[in-house]
């Protein structure tokens, strides 16, 4: 080979490895080991990521999480571990609030900051934490009180009751995320689902604790295995409940109304039009015309009842499956009458075999499980053509079209 020749390739080859360097120098700020990877040519690098490399990518995942949530639960779960087991050595019972505290709200608190990081849209926060905080702590807390106050003078043993407790409950939530949120002027379909989800879940981790208290006291005195089962359980379903079942309202209820009714009565007193601030003008909820905004408040309607629906289902699956269980038997011997007289005052029998029974009630609750996280996942597809659409109408329009894409027509 030519000296010229060899002299140009030795030339071309370590420019070329200058410029995988370069390119590799954002990556060194990341990972070394990413940068070790992207550093390589593409006839390396795609045997690069294996073995050793793949294992410590994913521990380094798991022990740095790119989201907040996975390290609350998991210290949240190690404390919480660690207060059960010194109550169980030590017998001691100053410990017990610890136990009932931690266990209740781990996994509500979890889920509220899982809200917490996805408030953003297009970069934008669609509502503030301090507004998810007073969302979770006073919209929590008077939804469970209003709640309580209402069930205790309205609901009584009858066919209806779980319905009348799941509309009571739903009701008390969303009146008190709208009493939080009813200052605010750019009031947007993402941002309901966030506070709505942090009223429900801020609700469920109060009611975990008095559900766990109640367990706790067992005729045969105070009971730490009780305890723990309940606060499992209602850990586990935790994340499938009220927190799903207000934020699918919310962000419904935001849809209709933009915004807060105290923020409408001023501008109106003012004699102006309420809007959004400008960080918020982008993916604002919009005000509708009329038949647009009639539709709206329907669909709000309806969202609400829907979940206030899901809501008595999951109460009162142990009734549904013991009714649908007994019903054979009933019209057969023509006893409906006796079936609902048992239903009403709550002491059905198990009919035949235990096995059939749990099936049927995991069968069902699994059923209501998944037809609240169908609403919760229309309500996010919804979001996000909503802010798509109002992304591509806000971006400028090339020279020579209309808004709609079109080229204008000459004029003959």
């Given at each position: 080979?030519?000296?010229?020749?060899?002299?140009a390739?030795?030339?071309?080859?370590?420019?070329?490895?200058?410029a995988?360097?370069?390119?590799?120098?954002?990556?060194?700020?990341?990972?070394?080991?990413?940068?070790?990877?992207?550093?390589?040519?593409?006839?390396?690098?795609?045997?690069?990521?294996?073995?050793?490399?793949i294992?410590?990518?994913?521990?380094?995942?798991?022990?740095?999480?790119?989201?907040?949530?996975?390290?609350?639960?998991r210290?949240?779960?190690?404390?919480?571990?660690?207060?059960?087991?010194?109550?169980?050595?030590?017998?001691?019972?100053?410990?017990?609030?610890?136990?009932?505290?931690?266990?209740?709200?781990?996994?509500?608190?979890?889920?509220?900051i899982?809200?917490w990081?996805?408030?953003?849209?297009?970069?934008?926060?669609?509502?503030?934490?301090?507004?998810?905080?007073?969302?979770a702590?006073?919209?929590?807390?008077?939804?469970?009180?209003?709640?309580?106050?209402?069930?205790?003078?309205?609901?009584?043993?009858?066919?209806?009751?779980?319905?009348?407790?799941?509309?009571?409950?739903?009701?008390?939530?969303?009146?008190a995320?709208?009493?939080?949120?009813?200052?605010?002027?750019g009031?947007?379909?993402?941002?309901?689902?966030?506070?709505?989800?942090?009223?429900?879940?801020g609700?469920?981790?109060?009611?975990?604790?008095?559900?766990?208290?109640?367990?706790?006291?067992?005729?045969?005195?105070?009971?730490?295995?009780?305890l723990?089962?309940?606060?499992?359980?209602?850990?586990?379903?935790?994340?499938?409940g009220?927190?799903?079942?207000?934020?699918?309202?919310?962000?419904a209820?935001?849809?209709?109304?933009?915004?807060?009714?105290?923020?409408?009565r001023?501008?109106?007193r003012?004699?102006?039009?309420?809007?959004?601030?400008?960080?918020?003008?982008?993916?604002?909820?919009?005000?509708?015309?009329?038949?647009?905004?009639?539709?709206?408040?329907l669909?709000a309607?309806?969202?609400?009842?829907?979940?206030?629906?899901?809501?008595?289902?999951?109460?009162?699956?142990?009734?549904?499956?013991?009714?649908?269980?007994?019903?054979?038997?009933?019209?057969?011997?023509?006893?409906?009458?006796?079936?609902?007289?048992?239903?009403?005052q709550?002491?059905?029998?198990?009919?035949?075999?235990?096995?059939?029974?749990?099936?049927?009630?995991?069968?069902?609750?699994?059923?209501?499980?998944?037809?609240?996280?169908?609403?919760?996942?229309v309500?996010?597809?919804?979001?996000?053509r909503?802010?798509?659409?109002?992304?591509?109408?806000?971006?400028?329009?090339?020279p020579?079209?209309?808004?709609?894409?079109?080229?204008?027509?000459?004029?003959?």
């Amino acid at each position: 080979m030519e000296p010229e020749a060899r002299h140009a390739r030795d030339e071309q080859e370590s420019r070329r490895q200058v410029a995988w360097a370069a390119s590799g120098r954002s990556a060194m700020a990341v990972s070394p080991m990413v940068a070790a990877v992207v550093t390589q040519p593409p006839s390396v690098r795609l045997t690069a990521l294996t073995g050793r490399q793949i294992l410590r990518r994913g521990l380094n995942r798991l022990v740095n999480p790119r989201f907040l949530w996975p390290r609350v639960f998991r210290i949240g779960l190690m404390m919480w571990g660690a207060a059960v087991l010194v109550t169980q050595l030590t017998r001691d019972l100053t410990l017990v609030p610890a136990v009932i505290l931690i266990g209740s709200f781990l996994v509500p608190v979890t889920c509220l900051i899982v809200a917490w990081e996805h408030r953003f849209a297009g970069g934008v926060p669609q509502v503030s934490t301090t507004m998810v905080v007073r969302a979770a702590t006073v919209g929590g807390l008077g939804g469970l009180l209003a709640a309580a106050a209402l069930e205790q003078l309205v609901v009584h043993q009858n066919l209806g009751m779980y319905y009348e407790v799941g509309l009571i409950e739903e009701a008390a939530k969303l009146a008190a995320l709208l009493w939080c949120a009813r200052m605010l002027t750019g009031r947007t379909v993402r941002g309901g689902l966030v506070l709505g989800a942090s009223v429900g879940f801020g609700f469920a981790a109060l009611e975990s604790a008095g559900y766990a208290f109640n367990a706790m006291l067992t005729p045969q005195g105070l009971s730490l295995a009780s305890l723990v089962d309940t606060e499992v359980l209602r850990a586990v379903l935790a994340p499938f409940g009220h927190g799903v079942w207000t934020a699918v309202a919310a962000a419904a209820w935001f849809a209709a109304y933009p915004s807060g009714w105290v923020a409408v009565r001023r501008s109106r007193r003012r004699g102006a039009v309420p809007t959004s601030s400008p960080d918020l003008t982008l993916l604002r909820a919009e005000a509708p015309a009329a038949p647009r905004r009639r539709s709206a408040r329907l669909v709000a309607v309806a969202a609400f009842l829907l979940v206030a629906m899901l809501h008595a289902a999951f109460d009162g699956i142990n009734g549904i499956v013991l009714t649908v269980l007994n019903l054979p038997h009933a019209l057969r011997t023509g006893s409906l009458s006796q079936l609902w007289s048992g239903l009403a005052q709550g002491d059905l029998p198990v009919p035949g075999s235990t096995l059939a029974y749990h099936v049927a009630y995991d069968v069902g609750l699994t059923v209501v499980i998944l037809l609240g996280l169908s609403a919760l996942f229309v309500a996010r597809q919804a979001i996000r053509r909503r802010e798509a659409a109002t992304t591509r109408s806000a971006l400028p329009t090339p020279p020579g079209l209309i808004a709609d894409g079109t080229r204008p027509q000459k004029e003959l």
